[in-house]
């Protein structure tokens, strides 16, 4: 049974700190990373990590405040989020894939998700 269970939204100020937690089972996933959602908006990557190598990548306007990692002692993926600003508000989403995603960016290329959990930050 493939399960991402995601945790540590919440609602901070801006510059402040969250960490959200994905903890994955079921298979080995090549490729994991988070999206995110804001109404109105369309849903788009910021951070993905090839599992493997621990490669990763990020969007340009979280680049140098998140911080993608992973444990695989427990199968858990990170995002650490730190100088939150306003535009960061969003329903942030984990996905994943057992496959090698070659373009991270596309959600389309990700078979699994996560139920997603809210962050709000207010300036």
Same mark, same amino acid.
């Given at each position: 049974? %493939? +399960?991402?269970?995601? *945790?540590?939204?919440?609602?901070?100020?801006?510059?402040? *700190?969250?960490?959200? &937690?994905? %903890? $994955?089972?079921?298979?080995? =996933?090549?490729?994991?990373?988070?999206?995110?959602? $804001?109404?109105?908006?369309?849903?788009?990557?910021? $951070?993905?990590? =090839?599992?493997?190598?621990?490669?990763?990548?990020?969007?340009?306007?979280?680049?140098?405040?998140?911080?993608i990692? +992973?444990?695989?002692? !427990?199968? !858990?993926? =990170?995002?650490?989020?730190?100088?939150?600003?306003?535009?960061?508000?969003?329903?942030? =989403?984990?996905?994943?894939?057992? &496959? %090698?995603?070659?373009?991270?960016?596309?959600? +389309?290329?990700?078979?699994h998700?996560?139920?997603?959990? +809210?962050v709000? %930050? &207010? &300036?």
């Amino acid at each position: 049974q %493939v +399960q991402l269970v995601e *945790s540590g939204g919440g609602s901070v100020q801006a510059g402040g *700190s969250l960490r959200l &937690s994905c %903890v $994955a089972s079921g298979y080995t =996933y090549r490729t994991m990373g988070w999206f995110r959602q $804001a109404p109105g908006k369309e849903r788009e990557g910021v $951070a993905h990590i =090839y599992t493997r190598n621990g490669f990763t990548s990020y969007a340009p306007s979280v680049k140098g405040r998140f911080t993608i990692s +992973q444990d695989n002692a !427990t199968s !858990t993926v =990170y995002l650490q989020m730190n100088s939150l600003e306003p535009e960061d508000t969003a329903t942030y =989403y984990c996905a994943a894939d057992r &496959s %090698v995603v070659w373009s991270v960016f596309r959600a +389309q290329l990700y078979e699994h998700w996560g139920q997603g959990t +809210q962050v709000t %930050v &207010s &300036s």
